[in-house]
Each structure stands twice: as structure tokens, then as C-alpha cells.
């Protein structure tokens, strides 16, 4: 099976920071890869998928990028709802693991 | 809207069984797939089970056997039949919708979940 590998599992930023997170498959995926957030006590939400497209009514400060076994979310310069939880997903085949999560805290 | 409301969850004993249900609307139900993803308390997302517009049905290997996912599009609605539960199943179970016109196993749109908890 396919394993997402998160880094940094945790990130401390600033309202304004440019911040980038990345997420490495254990397999080669092509751009079968989406990003979620998740805030606190919600249900996680989908920003990103095939590595780079953004879903509708996610702010244009997300983006993605990477394709093959690395890829990035960047978030381009950090909001206040922003700080939140982060997890990648490969979704090219079984059994369509999440990583392990990357919290931003604020600094 | 695209509303998903899960319900079901509850205290069981080890051992136990449980159905979850999550109920569809604001979308075209029969035209989507479905999945079922859990979060343990304190933890990461973790996929559960699939199931695709034609009835095709993917679980996970730590739930193969014992949890079986289905829908019912007259009703709207997806399920989770979960047999010989453990303690490491207690967790958050979240109904999650597919993209249009993919059945690639993606989450499109969620539920706010339902907390299962196995204890005795």
C-alpha cells in the first residue's frame, strides 16, 4: 500500500507568512493528490485536488503543486481561519491513504 | 446545498454491532459515489469504505470483514453496518461524497460526523 509522509507535522507562522507544507508518496501517484483543512471541532474540507486545482470557493492564497511522489500546498500569505490542521491524500489507487497531518499554530 | 447528516453513533461493548447512517441531500444521490472516513480521537483521517455508483465496494484492511457499507438511493442514504467492533474503532465517522463524474476515492463534501465509541 501507498504511505503519505507529512513534513512539518507541526508548523508555528504568522498572519502574513508564506507558508509551505509538503507531503511525499512511498509511490509514484502521478497528480492523484488532494489537500484538505480541517479547524478544530469541523469536519475537514477539500481545498486542492490533482495536485493543483483548486475546488471552488477556496481562496486563490492556496495552491498546490508537485507531481509523481512530492508535492507542496503553499499558502501564500497565512489568514487568521487559516490555522488549522492539514492533510494530504493519494487517491490513485488502494487504499487511498491520508498523511499524518500538518497543524499550523500561530506563532 | 450539499447536506450529508450521519446519525448512529453511540457507546457499545466490544464485540458489539452498530449501524451508521448518513442522510443525502442538495445532490443527485444515485449519481455519486459515497464513502465512510474515521478519525480516532486525537488522530489523523483514516479511510474507511467506498462504494460506487454501481454497487462496487472497497473497505480497508482493518475493517474488511467485519464493516459493510451500503446505500439505498430510493431513500438517499448511506450506511455502515459494523460487526465485532474493538476498542480502536471508537472514533468520529464522517460520510463523505465523491466528485461529480469520478469515481476516484476523493472527498468532495462531508458530514459533521458521528462519534462511535467502543468500551465496555
Known amino acids: 500500500d501507498i504511505q503519505m509522509t507529512q513534513s512539518p507535522s507541526t508548523l508555528s507562522a504568522s498572519v502574513g507568512d508564506r507558508v509551505t507544507i509538503t507531503c511525499r508518496a512511498s509511490q509514484y501517484i502521478s497528480n492523484w493528490l488532494a489537500w484538505y483543512q480541517q479547524r478544530p471541532g469541523q469536519a475537514p474540507k477539500l481545498l486542492i485536488y490533482?495536485?493543483?486545482s483548486l475546488e471552488s470557493g477556496v481562496p486563490s492564497r492556496f495552491s498546490g503543486s508537485g507531481s509523481g511522489t512530492e508535492f507542496t500546498l503553499t499558502i501564500s500569505s497565512l489568514q487568521p481561519d487559516d490555522f488549522a490542521t492539514y492533510y494530504c491524500?493519494?487517491?490513485?489507487?488502494?487504499?487511498?491513504?491520508f498523511g499524518q497531518g500538518t497543524k499550523v499554530e500561530i506563532k | 446545498e450539499v447536506q450529508l447528516v450521519e446519525s448512529g453513533g453511540v457507546l457499545v461493548h466490544p464485540g458489539g454491532s452498530l449501524r451508521l447512517s448518513c442522510a443525502a441531500s442538495g445532490f443527485t444521490f444515485s449519481t455519486y459515489t459515497m464513502n465512510w472516513v474515521r478519525q480516532a480521537p486525537g488522530k489523523g483521517l483514516e479511510w474507511v469504505s467506498y462504494?460506487?455508483?454501481?454497487?462496487?465496494?472497497y473497505h480497508s484492511d482493518s475493517v474488511r470483514g467485519r464493516f459493510t457499507i451500503s446505500r439505498d438511493n430510493a431513500k438517499n442514504s448511506l450506511y455502515l453496518q459494523m460487526n465485532s467492533l474493538r476498542d480502536e474503532d471508537t472514533a468520529v465517522y464522517y460520510c463523505?461524497?465523491?466528485?461529480?463524474?469520478?469515481?476516484?476515492?476523493?472527498?468532495?463534501?462531508w458530514g459533521q460526523g458521528t462519534l462511535v465509541t467502543v468500551s465496555s
Open positions: 463523505a461524497r465523491g466528485q461529480v463524474g469520478s469515481s476516484y476515492v476523493i472527498f468532495q463534501h
Open positions: 490533482k495536485a493543483s
Open positions: 491524500q493519494q487517491y490513485n489507487s488502494y487504499s487511498w491513504a
Open positions: 462504494i460506487s455508483t454501481t454497487g462496487t465496494v
